[in-house]
């Protein structure tokens, strides 16, 4: 988009009385800011299903610390997220609060990701620890420095009620997309370079450069509000604080919190309930593959149920659907059908998809209500904390799987127990619906709908414009 342009699409969008009611963003621009969250999924979603393995077979590092690094870094990267988004909600600079951070720490995203799958060859477990949690620490961190001003970027850019929901869409589809690239195209990737260290290493290569690349683009089409990009003001302990008590945002955590950690315990059981349940350990590629795959294709479904309901609705929806998939997998027995797997998991996409697009869409309409009431744009902190308590929340849910795992008696690569059987289904199925159960009902009480959004941006526009509503 040349200069001219962003700004004509920028001053259009910025003297709209009603924002709801702003022209489309153009598809280049959706298209180019969804590559954002598909670089940040492709990292997570290999360091996440292959890290551990590259640790302790590759690498040689023993697996009490091996998970140690892992859980070291992913402590920090929570913690500093909130910390990031106050520092872009504050940034000075005159080319922007959000953007400049994609041109500053792309580079460094995608090389610590390389050198994080680089064999050191060194025998001490001292040196191997430090070193590899060392590099797993520098990724995250310019994880954050991305992930977060480019999440706080969102409502920024698409201002309307159900332009939120759209770009998110794309975002979204991004984000599957990379983690489909993570779960089936990297461990080929690792075979086709040879295997072993070597394969890892020149894997970790191409995706590390793979990961670097659209951060440039996403800088591209992007842009900042002159009229919304103000450098906040309060002090940051008042932020948090008043991010605490706003009853909208609440809400929001709460049943993002339990559909994320519903996710997540599948993610981390699915594994075990195709192998010790149902036998079918490699089944699991395809699986993942037709989850992922159904998840994109019923995101423009969503999208245009979401142009006639309010966001909490279609959510609810959505997390109904989902909790009928899993009710099936609590109930699956291991002489079914080959396809009856697949065809629930293809559901399961379709309700995983909506119940983490919508909330995100929300996300931006809680930052709307919160500039209305404290006269600040802070979509940083929002978009900091966000996703504090759900890396905070996803990893305490699946830690305590392991533990009931370990108290059920479940022994790697043996046959299990009675008891572990039914704590791997339990723990895949039933926990997963019980939250989903519980994020349905709290997205009941939900009180941003569309009309309420609309009387928000209303006021707001009528302040940042005084007088403008008298001609």
Not at 2 to 7: D, H, I, Q, T, W
């Amino acid at each position: 988009m040349s200069a001219g342009a962003r700004r004509q699409l920028l001053d259009t969008a910025d003297h709209k009385t009603d924002w709801g009611a702003e022209a489309p963003l153009p598809l280049h621009v959706k298209i180019g800011f969804g590559l954002g969250d598909h670089t940040l999924n492709v990292a997570l979603s290999a360091l996440s299903l292959l890290y551990l393995f590259f640790l302790t077979e590759i690498a040689g590092l023993r697996p009490a610390l091996a998970a140690l690094v892992l859980l070291l870094g992913r402590v920090i990267d929570a913690i500093t997220d909130p910390l990031m988004g106050r520092l872009s909600d504050i940034t000075p600079w005159r080319w922007g609060r959000r953007r400049p951070y994609f041109v500053l720490a792309a580079v460094p995203f995608g090389l610590s990701f390389a050198l994080l799958w680089q064999d050191l060859g060194c025998d001490a477990q001292a040196t191997l620890f430090a070193a590899y949690a060392a590099l797993y620490i520098l990724h995250t961190t310019a994880s954050t420095m991305l992930g977060v001003p480019y999440m706080a970027l969102l409502p920024e850019l698409a201002l309307g009620y159900d332009e939120r929901t759209a770009l998110n869409v794309f975002r979204q589809v991004g984000a599957v997309l990379g983690t489909l690239v993570a779960a089936v195209a990297m461990r080929p990737l690792v075979d086709v370079f040879g295997g072993g260290a070597r394969g890892f290493a020149r894997s970790g290569v191409v995706l590390g450069v793979w990961m670097t690349l659209p951060w440039f683009v996403v800088y591209g089409v992007t842009w900042e509000r002159p009229a919304i990009a103000r450098r906040a003001q309060m002090r940051f302990a008042e932020g948090v604080r008043r991010v605490a008590a706003h009853r909208a945002y609440r809400i929001l955590v709460g049943l993002f919190l339990c559909a994320r950690i519903a996710l997540d315990l599948v993610a981390a059981m699915i594994i075990f309930y195709l192998s010790y349940w149902l036998q079918r350990e490699k089944d699991f590629p395809a699986i993942m593959a037709t989850m992922l795959l159904a998840a994109s294709l019923s995101l423009p479904l969503w999208l245009h149920a979401a142009r006639y309901a309010n966001k909490a609705t279609i959510f609810i929806v959505g997390v109904c659907w989902w909790i009928g998939t899993q009710l099936m997998l609590l109930v699956m027995q291991p002489e079914w059908p080959r396809w009856v797997m697949f065809a629930v998991a293809a559901a399961t996409g379709a309700g995983y998809a909506v119940a983490d697009l919508m909330p995100w869409s929300m996300l931006g309409d809680v930052v709307d209500a919160d500039e209305l009431a404290t006269g600040e744009r802070r979509d940083g902190i929002y978009a900091g904390t966000f996703t504090f308590l759900r890396k905070l929340g996803g990893a305490t849910g699946v830690a305590l799987a392991g533990l009931a795992l370990d108290f059920a008696g479940f022994v790697p690569g043996e046959a299990q127990s009675a008891a572990a059987l039914l704590t791997i289904r339990v723990l895949t199925a039933a926990v997963p619906a019980l939250f989903l159960a519980v994020a349905a009902m709290i997205a009941w009480s939900y009180p941003l709908g569309r009309r309420q959004h609309a009387e928000v941006v209303t006021q707001l526009e009528t302040r940042r414009n005084p007088g403008r509503g008298d001609h």
